[in-house]
């Protein structure tokens, strides 16, 4: 598979500031770009580049099918706009919003009754539980994602023997099942990453300023020649 660089923005960025960095960013087959909800409808609206829904992913969706769920967005509305992808299990969901294994798993089940693929973010000691948690017929369609929170919104990542050990884990469940990793992803780190043979990366700080996640872009479709 292509190595995919996830943009995270996040709750940042106005609409304003979504539309410019959209134009001064032409799409590549790597990106994968997850704004806000407000915003999803950038991609497949009036900037003609970024019509094709490859692209896009959503940073949360319901545990719930669609319904009386005030507030809540599904995963058939996320799909209604074009998502291909949609993040869950992010530690900041599961910090702030204190969700559980469980319902984590329901919106990968929700994601995957209508062909949204899931980036499934966890950190080492979620693997066990929330392997329990999911579906076992659903293993094989979800990409992981090793998001260690202690590595979150800084300049150094996890240790490339850290990465390593936590994929092994994964794999002890799902042999040869794509992994990624998110945890202060820069440009200046991008290559170190690369020699590790991930699936792809999970970029939030450095995503919000088009020319450093360009740079990313740039450096891991390099890295893949």
């Known amino acids: 598979m292509t190595f995919l660089v996830v943009a995270n923005f996040k709750s940042n960025l106005t609409k304003a500031q979504a539309e410019s960095w959209l134009e001064a960013v032409k799409p590549h087959p790597s990106m994968v770009i997850a704004p806000s909800f407000p915003h999803l409808d950038l991609f497949t609206g009036e900037l003609e580049n970024w019509k094709t829904g490859k692209h ?54 929700q994601l ?46 996890a240790s490339p023997e850290l990465i390593n050990s936590v994929r092994e884990k994964i794999h002890n469940f799902v042999p040869q099942a794509p992994f990624l990793y998110g945890g202060s992803v820069t440009a200046d780190n991008i290559a170190s990453l690369l020699s590790l043979n991930l699936a792809g990366v999970l970029v939030a700080s450095d995503s ?11 450096k891991a479709s390099h890295g893949e020649d």
């Open 208 to 218: 919000l300023d088009p020319s450093h996640y360009l740079s990313i872009v740039s």
């Open 56 to 109: 896009l992913s959503a940073q949360d969706v319901s545990p719930f099918p669609p319904g009386a769920y005030t507030g809540a967005v599904s995963a058939r509305e996320l799909k209604d706009l074009g998502v291909t992808y949609c993040i869950v299990g992010h530690s900041e969901r599961r910090r702030y919003f204190h969700e559980t294994h469980v319902n984590i798993a329901a919106k990968v089940s």
């Open 112 to 157: 995957l009754s209508v062909g949204i693929i899931p980036i499934l973010c966890l950190e080492e000691s979620d693997i066990i539980p929330q392997f329990a948690a999911l579906d076992d017929s659903h293993l094989t369609q979800i990409l992981y994602c090793f998001e260690p929170a202690v590595d979150i919104g800084g300049t150094t990542t």
